[in-house]
């Protein structure tokens, strides 16, 4: 089978769109027809690494399609089943992680839009096994999000503890934080918003936040906000960013690094963090609990990704409006437009 995509041909260069046979249908496997793919920083960082596993590579790690050829093992999919597409594409089911049901930190896993191909294409082969049922309530385009961007934000905030009366700051209202500030409304948190662009920050307030914070003056307001913030969400790899979260949570609080690029480093006070018994720890994905409730919320319409479509052969260019400021909301790419 033919697969129209988009794909990285070679390590830190421009995307490029590609034409190419499918690898033949293993038994546990199935060809999706995509109707929306979601694009995020996640996706800039594979194609500015010095190396990648392989090329030619299709990016692209979050998505809802249809199914169209069903391998003879898979039991569970039947064609025309509408499924979403996250990160993950395999995992080894038997190490200590997998054992937990934190397959996102399996030390086997292999990723979509990394190890293997991803969903910014038109058809592709993905493992039947990590497929997750999507709901036909919603268009795929609001739809994709969820199952990488919607999954690592109610991963975070659930790993976090946070819960009915927090007060939680969050850093970057993009396809991950805008997604984040509406999860921790639903969780009863009170929800403040820092991002240097206004417009951004604003938007954060139409989604249930309830104040701005000044990304100029932040590290020296934000501590005083509410007397500190019990979770700080960073939804950015900004070194700044991290610095200001870590002071702007009260004593005992916890910062969630969501935000990553291959080559930054982190340097937060080691007597902030000791005298003042910060957690600091990253966040990645969550458990299948956390994305079945992100699911759920989508279904009753509590929560909808704010989404900016595009046809696929955009993308190319538009990956570098990632770099260059993002977007308000998740950027979501349509193979079918």
Known sequence: MMSSSVALMK?????????????????????????????GLADWNVAMRDAVPRTPLVLGQEAVGRVQVVGRGVKH???????????????????????????????????????VDGALCDVGLFVADQLIPAPDVLTGAQLAPLYGSGWTAMGALRAAGVKDGMRVVIFGVGGVGHLAVQYAKTLGAAVAVVDPDKSRAQFGITLGAQMVVDAVSVSKSLQAVWDGFDVAIVCTPSIQA???????????????????????RIDVPLQDVVTRGLNVRGSFLGTLNDLQEVVALART?????????????????????????????????????
């Open 301 to 337: 319409g509590v929560v909808v990704p704010t989404v900016e479509r595009h046809p696929m052969s955009e993308a190319p260019d538009l990956l570098y409006k990632l770099r260059d400021g993002g977007f308000s909301g998740r950027l979501v790419f349509e193979p079918g437009r």
């Open 11 to 39: 390590a830190k260069e421009p995307l490029c769109l590609y034409d190419h046979s499918l690898l033949p249908l293993g038994d546990f496997e199935v060809y999706v027809r995509i109707e929306a793919c979601g694009l």
């Open 242 to 264: 991290i610095t200001q979260a870590c002071r702007a949570v009260g004593p005992g609080g916890t910062v969630m690094l969501l935000g990553h690029a291959p080559t930054t």
């Open 77 to 115: 999919l039947s064609i025309g089943s509408r499924v979403g597409i996250t990160p993950l594409s395999t995992t080894c089911d038997t190490c200590d992680a997998c054992s937990r049901g934190q397959l996102q930190y399996c030390a086997n896993a292999f990723f979509h839009g990394f190890h």
